[in-house]
């Protein structure tokens, strides 16, 4: 398991800029509570005066920053590539709650949307205060999560005006509104045997709390906005080879595009997989069902993201 050195520093607004290379673990004020964040810096920071793109990084419901920098492994891209990451921790029952955390996407999940907490504001708060200290390309902020994290990042991108491009892994759509300000590109990858986030969406009630819609109406309501071709274009299916890890699997990239500003929607839909973020090389298969190498998430999402910057306000 990886290790990181992190330099605490109990509000975000005081640390000098510009900030260094490294990781951080920083908090800042927010709602009645002193909300935390951990911040990845590449490399390339400072080795000239260009700005830097940025990809928020929402942990799943139940889990917290610090699991998801090390489950997603996205640090390692980030360097290779020359981006920042940040890792928001969700919200608890209690203020001073460090673990099992969620997030509000709208429709889920946990305490945060029982609370109906503003995460949405958070984010953009958090955004903001890291982007003065490291040097930010406002045109090239993106955002991903796991799970609930996923749908939280689907609520950015529907939201706010600032993000460009948003992929979710295993968290479709789930927002109350679906109003968003501007052309949005979309990616997904989810797996129509995930029984979490059910690929077919989920109904709340009185036993249920957690309500979502199908995967497949989100990718129709982003391709609805964007004016996207209604027909995709859909790529050949990679299977598992028989005899390794990923037998009994497969993959099928769906492309909705060109839409509005060269907006696109993409799909990766997958069979024999569960509950994971592909490529990652941690897995709890117990409990979250088979992991996946037949794709790199973070360095599909990665391409997609540099493919598109933010071309309107």
């Known amino acids: 398991m990886a290790r990181f050195a992190s330099r605490v520093v109990t509000d975000a607004t005081e ?3 510009p900030i260094r290379p490294g990781d951080y673990e920083l908090s800042l004020p927010f709602g009645g509570r002193t909300r935390s964040f951990l911040v990845h810096v590449p490399p390339q920071a400072g080795a000239d005066d260009s700005l830097l793109p940025m990809v928020v990084n929402f942990h799943g419901n139940g889990s917290n920053a610090s699991q998801q920098r090390q489950y997603s492994g996205m640090n390692v891209t980030a360097d290779r590539h020359g981006f920042v990451v940040v890792y928001p921790d969700g919200t608890g029952m209690v203020p001073w709650q460090r673990r099992l955390l969620s997030f509000n ?6 305490a945060a949307m029982r609370n109906n907490v503003d995460d949405v504001a958070f ?7 890291v982007s003065e200290k490291i040097g930010v390309d406002p045109r090239r902020l993106y955002a991903t999560g796991m799970s609930n994290g996923g749908m939280m990042a689907h609520r950015m991108a529907a939201d706010s005006s600032r993000f460009a491009a948003v992929a979710s892994v295993a968290g479709q759509l789930a927002v109350i509104s679906f ?7 979309v990616m997904e990858f989810h797996s129509i045997d995930d029984r979490w986030a059910s690929f077919e969406g989920r109904s709340g009630g009185s036993r249920v709390r957690i309500g979502y819609p199908s995967v497949q109406r989100g990718v129709d309501q982003w391709v609805a906005h964007n004016e996207c071709p209604a027909t995709p274009e859909i790529a050949d299916t990679v299977f598992g ?3 390794s890890s990923t037998e009994g699997q497969s993959v099928t990239k769906i492309t909705y595009g060109p839409g509005r500003d060269g907006t696109e929607v993409v799909l990766y839909r997958f069979t024999g997989v569960g509950h994971v973020w592909p490529g990652a090389t941690m897995s709890l298969p117990w409990l979250t069902g088979r992991p996946t190498t037949l794709v790199d998430a973070n360095e599909i999402m990665w391409q997609f993201f540099s493919a ?3 071309t309107s306000g």
Do not use: D, F, N, W
């Open 15 to 17: 640390i000098p800029a």
């Open 105 to 110: 996407a709208g429709g889920c999940c946990g």
């Open 123 to 129: 984010t953009e708060t958090v955004v903001s205060v």
């Open 179 to 185: 109003r968003p300000s501007k052309p949005v590109s």
């Open 241 to 243: 080879p028989p005899g």
């Open 308 to 310: 598109h910057p933010l």
